[in-house]
């Protein structure tokens, strides 16, 4: 049990609050306060891009604003979340220190503009942004309202300037104990010439130049997360300086690309994140659009070890940025709100308190519109999520327990999506996890998102899709899993290549997997969109396949199911074997969802795990703290949902239920005791 | 009643005349002479191009066959339109001044070639510039045959040199009075830190620089609409000085969408267009191809005050730069060179009079072939279109009058493409505007193209689609048009910005307009292009709604039909409330065409204009000199189109007509007295 | 009959070999021999790609360990292709020598990387080239086991710097004889004011310049072609001169669209060429795979003269770089390998023997996987690959004959892509060529696929299809084969232009071409995608047309079909003329298939060609030495075929067959005495 912010009560509600663009209307701040109030907001976030009013020629510094308002705010009951302001820079330093801008893959420097464009490895940067940050800290480090800090926003990005090659130069000598040869081995550049005399001779990935190399490729991207770590870390260290007690965060997107942000998550307090689903978009049901928000959710829960996460950023109507900006239907707000709850967020808090009048975000939707009403749709909305987060308030600090995990790995993403094989446009390694994370969901078994080589040991089962690299002691972590009780289930394309993307000799899965699964795989096939096979099981059950099939040599594991058509069939496709106290799984194939169901539905059952029967459209997940569990119900269909089972207090309606039935898109917090 | 050349006799008909090209063969020129009597032309543009051949080195001027060929053709009764020739540049211009070269949003400078390629800003270009020019009025500005110039070819695109850049802070210094927190409140640059210190700061919106500033971005195609005409007004003033009474015009393209013609428009004596339809394409309609045609023309005559417009080019066969290029099938280019008379053109030219033996345009439809032979399909197709000319040459000088008018405003467009919200893909301003404009036609009312600020009073009906962005003047000019007994009908997003594309607070449609339509609109819905809605009228009628749809909070405005479906379903779609002496309607949501066409038709009946029943595929406008009109009449279908009320003396037979019955793509073109 | 190896018995089988990536690895090196020996290998190619192990810094070389590798394989009876390793170049070369790497058409210069990137005209690169070659060739040049030497790999690419605009230039200069009005005329420049005044002012066709002066564009294609030959020549004369008696070549890639390999094979002792179908797509049946591919092995065989040419890469199992990269099906390796046999390879080699561990090759088909076993599919398909070579040995030196040859040309294909006109996306040049080989094929009338000024005599019909660009010379040259018995079929888009792309006056088919035909097109319809119409032949035969169709005036020719509907319905569409002892056809529009073949059957069986009756997905055709045939009939299909007519005694099976039936993909060589 961990409460985030002692100082505030229970769960946050709260968002972005850009009063320095209305600083010269007074009555619209006083408005804010009075409508903040009505719709139970405690907290905002205060500073986010404001540099260029913070400090609006180079020396000059004004926060007094900034310490007026976190006062009129706090006696108001209202605390505050403050940013560094390094999201974006003012214009006089980019015009004073170009040399403080990106450059790309193109070797081309940027201009001002935008959001993110610091280099993160520029001195000068730091220099300028180290003198910013030491008076902000220094002036409003101590203010009673401040309960977090917020690094920069949604740090992002690469940059390829001279600078940053130095340092990826460096970085790599370090790597390879100064070592060009073990360079040379590792990214196999005897291939077509590739080999370097000197670590000089090394370049990022650029557009014109040198994108061939799987290891070089990878390394960049690795390197690009160590930077990026490294600036933070940087503005965190000043930070800890002058305000040791203030717990720090910076806001994650999704699983964002660029960045492994494990490594990141690792020198933060606290784990927050922005969220702006499509929600009633034109390809999936509404469900799926909510799976995929638990499914990020889930990841930012499971790197933030005991405690809850923050939701940073969503959207209280639309946004403006999507290709339809679909305004959000009646009770969809809270029902998200409670879904960030019931997944282990603290708080649901707002981009953006008030529209701006201007530039590129003036419709992206706010809490308050340029109508400026409190009885708008959306107001209310927001309202009653924040009289919900009060109803909800017990369940603060609690902990989502999952009973199974998806091995969801960055450096295996990169790898697959690099990997010059197979078929580059069906690989979506990030919809194959998406989609196994969801076949739990329907069972109403809740799966953290992990590393590889993460602690496995708790879990009964773990999934791990397209496990393809494999990192230094990621098969010993799987086998010792395994051995000591665990079911691991992988798939087609496991084990092709070690860290630096040399394939494995003598057999995929390799690094010694092919003796915990008993079998290699002799060759992958690659469907064409129009082609298909089946897997028979050995139950006479038929599913079909797409995409990938590894034709299998099985040694010592047995047989599930079999291949049905094309030239292999008749062999193996699915295979288990029993190692040690656990299970091995190997599915050859990308099998529909049915079969993976099937086959995950027998794993979970034979582990002992609690598989429900949950209508169509329903999310059910559990918070306990110990004392108490906090199941949550979210109808998230047009029609009513009978859970005739679920028992407990409502939190929402203080009533007790024996039995419920939701209303369209209602949500219910059945508080119990704990199990 | 404004008649364009008094020398020439009627109508014009002609084209672009490159006798350049085969200076060597003196047998074609001959020939050209030969065969441009037997096709009844008047006219020749000569020169576009011509710089290289004017002054093949620096300094070294070669007038004499320009001279001949003038001579020539004007002892023939042919005229000439003769060009400045800065549409290209010579070789030697940009290998010795490459400062005179355009640069890219890269920011990268081009190199020689193609065609519009000069920095508008370019000292060097316009020393250059004027001495050719100086040396070609000189030379020839007295020459008895030239009865206009022609500023260049088909000005357009921009340059964001370093001159250009400087130019752009001069032009914001004098636009913002020199203080640079009155722009940066008018861009609203305290959102993501946006603000600037200092003029110098500003860059043009960049490829890599700052694309997100709505207010620069509108700014810089302001700016490049003014350095354009700048520029423009330059070479004008050059022939102002040496050849007072010649007119001047340049050659606009559709509704070109990087310039703001009205701008352009109010420097020049005449204006004239190139028109390339995409006849039987495989998309629409013939007459829908027509259409968007006359809307081409209509916006051409709307900006030509009382006097007709010229048709500079068109393509007597096909083009060579459409993906497919079809030939223009029997019959199709005289019903097109109607019809551009028939929305006031005096003129029908040509590009081009011979087709070239080389380079990019080679295949670009001409009236003489490769082929070289005057009994060609295409050259009788034009001797014919001569011959038609001069049967209708009593309408020369007389004017379209148009009881409705359609505002379209590329300011509003800029800042609406350039709006980040809704839906990118589905706003389509032009097209929206175009459909309109149909609607109209269809009922037999020809519609003017007119600005939000330009004066409506003439209009019994004026339609506001998609009026977002609001120019200073533009409500009230609207309000009192409406006060005083006009018809506005406008739609969903309108009036969301002012003209920095600022927001309105306080309600949409803002500056004043919630109070004219009675009503503001809390939401804008996107839809899916799966998605759908309907509007239910107060007599049942029902049409369907697709794209966008506000939710409307009505004061005082009549409910004229409502939402069917949805979580707004009842809420009010459309609505008028009559102001004054006029009438307010507000189209909430993006109707089909037989909804719009429904308010339409019942705006124009009340409001007293003439509604007509035409059969589908037949266009109809009306010219008239005040003494007579001239009805015109285009059967743009496959089969006969009959008009039983159609009555008068057809120009084109001589024949008188009570009644009619058109053949398939035949028109007739019939003179009564003026009512 | 030429036998291509006198050392080597029979035909080749083998492929590229990495060694120099397992130098650390005696064991792998030990068990290639071993496999290879399995595999029947007699040959492999050694030293692509290994510039950097030769020399890994500059003016250190190291030549030991490929000696020691060619002494093992030829100990063991394996003889050797020996590469100049300049298909890629070493970091440290880049690194110190810039100016060596290639300018894109962007004006960027690329960075170190990938593979093709030298400057072919930069002095340092040859310069260092020069170098490592005659040290390769002094040091190996002599070993018993060399057999070719193989120029770089796969030349290709093009580049912009300053050294070769300048040699641009001065080949400008020598071909139009140093007058700068030659080339004006030549490339029409009068037109956009595009008239050089010297030489010196003339770019390459870059990004931001000169695109639109279509003489301009394709004497760069021209000279990138001179320019790659003659460094390809540079390469060639140093070995020539270290060992003149070994033969060379070089890898061509199928009908590479940047340069024209006939210019290139002028100068090679054997043409060969990498093969990599997709076969099992989703888009065409398997027979259109292999039709393809045997279009590209005539192409190949048609610049070889007499000789049999090499198949140099081909992929034992699939390849890494296609969309989908299915696996070869089995037995589709062997009919692939004899397919080739059958066009007139006299080798089945591939790329690669063993995968390596990692860069961007490492997932591409290998003999030996990274698995590293015998048993595998692939393998011991490749190993019955070998036997089949063995049992086919007879054949080595044969030739093919055929009856027909089909025109396709390097420079009409630029020049048409690059016409700007008709309708870019339908063109499809190569497609509508390699269409009328398939129909051809389908016959049992095997073609050569030669240059519109080639000797045509030896062909009973020759097929001309959109011969656009006539160059010197090749008006003459059809009309002599027509005059001297020859049966010429042109179609719409021949005889545009001249080989300055400058258009002909008077009538297209230029030069003389209308005589030939008795026709001139006086119009090119282009139909949108959803148009058609139809040819109507005098039998009643009906055919439907799409894309384009000309608009004919006849004036001598003999009408065999005529339009179906349409402006132009009844007028010409296919006409024949006789002349001399031949016969000139012109077909105006493009037809279906069954149309063009009606019209090839008629013109073979007239012109006394043998046509086959050939089951559907069958392919045939016969090599001959003069004493023996060897009839090839490859089962494309999944069912059985009958082949009652074939007789012989099959290589494969040493048995004699009268009648045959082929199970599916099985193919038969049957010997038979000579016609």
Redesign the interface.
Known sequence: MSILFPKVDGLLHGGDY?P??WLDREDILKEDIRMMKKAHINTVTLGV?????YE??EGEFHFEWLEKIMDSLYENGIYTVLAT?T??????L??RYPEAMRV?RD?????????HNHCMSSEKFREKAEIIIRELAGRLGGHPGLILWHISNELGGECCCPSCQERFREYLRKKFDGDIEKLNH?????????????F????A??T????????LNLEWKRFNTWNMTDYMKFEIGLLKEITPDIPVTTNFMKTYPYLDYRVMAKELDIISWDSYPRF???YEELSDTFAENAFDHALMRSMSGDKPFMLMESAP??V??H?????K??GIHSLAGIQAVSCGSDTVQYFQWR??????????GAVV????RDD???FREVEKMGEELLAMKAAAGSRVKAEAALLFDWENRWALDD????????KQYEKTCLLQYKSFLRMGVEMDIVSMNDDLSSYKVVAAPMLYLLKNGAAENLRSYVENGGRLIATYLTGY?DE?????????PGDGLTELFGL?S??????????KNEAVFTDGTICSIRDFAE?LKVKDADIVASYGMD?YAGTPAVTRKRSGMGEAWYIGARLDQAGMEKIYRTCLTEAGAAVMELPEGVEYRVRSDGEHDYAFYLNETDHEAALPDASGVDLLTGKRAEGLTLRAYEAAVLESDAL
Chains 1, 2, 3 share one sequence.
Not at 87 to 92: I, K, Q
Not at 323 to 327: E, G, V, Y
Not at 369 to 372: V, W, Y
Request: aromatic share 14%; glycine share 12%.
């Open positions: 850009n320095e663009q891009f404001s540099w260029s009013v609006p020629a302001p999201g974006a820079r003012p214009a006089w980019d015009a790309t070797g081309v420097r940027n201009r001002h503009g935008l959001r590792a990214w196999w550049t005897t291939f077509w010439s590739h080999r370097f005399s000197d000089d001779e090394i370049e990935p650029m014109n130049g040198e994108g061939s190399i799987g290891g009633h978009n034109d109507g639309l403006n940025w290709p339809f900006n679909k305004l239907r009646p529209k701006g009048r201007g530039s590129y975000e003036q419709y992206h519109d340029h109508l400026g708008t749709r959306i990997m010059a094989g197979a078929s580059q446009e069906k290549v630096n993307t040399l394939c494995y000799l003598g057999g995929f290699y002799e060759e992958l096939d690659t469907l064409y969109p129009s082609d034709i030239f």
